[in-house]
């Protein structure tokens, strides 16, 4: 399990930040926050996942 640090979180969403924009950061970071979640990119795995989830529903008769 890798040690993720605040720096590195920050670098994450600094990446983040020109394709995002600040208020989505925002939002990520507290959304984050708010699930107990280790890192925004998790937090993204997650919704990615469900909304495939959810597409595959979609296309089961």
Do not use: F
């Not at 399990?1 to 590195?8: A, E, G, K, R, V």
């Not at 670098?11 to 950061?25: A, F, H, V």
């Not at 990520?28 to 990615?48: D, W």
């Amino acid at each position: 399990m890798s040690n993720t640090t605040s720096q590195d979180k920050h670098q994450s969403t600094d990446r983040l930040n020109p394709y995002l924009g600040k208020e989505r950061i925002e939002w990520l970071n507290a959304e984050t926050k708010r699930q107990g979640l280790k890192s925004v990119s998790e937090l993204l795995r997650r919704i990615i996942d469900e909304l495939r989830r959810d597409k595959r529903k979609e296309v089961k008769p």
